[in-house]
């Protein structure tokens, strides 16, 4: 092992990508790249990227230089345009790209990335001071070796994922074969609207609007009820969330766990408690976002009241079977438990980080 910088692995490259060459580019801002995760929550058509963007390669990776302390960092498994938010670093011979990729998420990293920023709103890293933080590499093999169990539980996060979606996919897809009409939603949901206890412990769970991700069901991260500081509902796990305020985020998602929930997230569920799952197949299944910010109010803050969004129409299975009841329960189900397990992934990652790369 030897002692050195973090730029010896890496360098910064930049290259340049006008606007007119961006359209039908796969493009990446910092949106698409989830926090402390070292994933992807998807692509962006890269027109729609601003300012100067760049160019990358596969086998490179993207470092989120804008509020560096979120820590997006991904490795990039194709060409694309990313935002000029992102720095693009090549992976320097005798380095491993994936040891490098959890090299650059480790708390020492962030936080000399968090001290080099600068801008007192939005704080900016400076990759010269960065690169010069002191980094002890091991030999090539040796990254290899050790790095092979934090990718394993990377690709374990990606596989449930893909399986998530696959099986809320196949739900969907059960429900329109079953046969479909318009109904109003208000008609076959209603607001959850339980008193949240007074007397709950502080590290009672609470979710907020910012635990959930633009059109991605699943919920991974929430806080404590020592950080309301306004009324909140109680919240049961498999209640539909569902975001009013900015609707247009698409953020709607199922609730993981008891708790508490933040005032600016709709908690739904469905009129009759058997049609819970087809309810939570059927609104993660449809992209409801044009519709519902089209019913919201305001300028700055648009937000959604339940009044109005119970009005949106939605398909919805004509009587549904049994077998249909069973298996949109089921997807439902599937949905939480390969959510758990992808924080459990996660935890467990974090746990084995730093004896990884001691």
């Known amino acids: 092992m030897s002692r050195g910088r973090l730029g010896d692995a890496g360098e910064r490259v930049r290259r340049a990508a006008p606007p007119e060459g961006r359209a039908g580019q796969p493009g990446l801002g910092l949106d698409q ?32 230089r804008l509020r560096p302390g979120f820590g997006k960092l991904v490795l990039a498994d194709r060409a694309g345009i990313c935002s000029p938010e992102a720095w693009v670093l090549r992976v320097r011979p005798g380095h491993c790209p994936a040891y490098v990729l959890h090299r650059l998420s480790a708390p020492d990293v962030l936080a000399a990335a968090v001290a080099s920023a600068t801008g007192a709103r939005m704080p900016r890293a400076r990759w010269e001071r960065v690169a010069a933080h002191p980094v002890c590499w091991p030999a090539l093999d040796e990254q290899r070796d050790r790095v092979r169990p934090l990718e394993a539980l990377r690709q374990e996060r990606l596989a ?40 709950r412990a502080p590290s009672t769970p609470r979710v907020g609007v910012a635990d959930l991700e633009p059109g991605r069901p699943q919920i991974e991260t929430w806080g404590g009820a020592d950080a309301a500081r306004s009324r ?40 009759d ?35 109005r969004l119970r009005t949106l129409r939605l398909p919805w299975p004509r009587r549904p079977s049994p077998a249909l009841v069973r298996l949109c329960a089921a997807a439902a189900a599937e949905l939480l438990a390969r959510g758990a397990a992808r924080r459990a992934a996660l935890a467990l990652h974090h746990s084995l980080r730093p004896r990884v790369l001691a």
């Open 273 to 307: 408690p058997a049609l819970q799952g087809i309810l939570a197949v059927v609104l993660l299944g449809t992209d409801l976002g044009e519709r519902a910010a089209a019913l919201a109010t305001g300028t700055r803050m648009p937000r959604v009241h339940w009044r």
């Open 33 to 64: 790249i989830r926090p402390h995760a070292l994933e992807l929550t998807g692509w962006a058509d890269a027109a729609r990227l601003t300012g100067r963007a760049h160019r990358f390669a596969a086998g490179e990776l993207l470092f989120g």
């Open 160 to 199: 449930d994922d893909a399986a998530a979606r696959a099986c809320l996919a196949l739900a969907r897809a059960a429900v329109d074969e079953h046969g479909v009409e318009e109904v109003v939603l208000g008609d076959v949901a209603r607001l959850a609207d339980r008193p949240a206890d007074r007397d």
């Open 232 to 271: 909140h509902v109680a919240l049961r796990r498999g209640d539909l969330l569902f975001a009013r305020i900015r609707p247009a985020l698409r953020k709607v998602a199922l609730a993981p766990v008891d708790g508490i929930v933040s005032p600016e997230l709709l908690a739904l569920e469905a009129r």
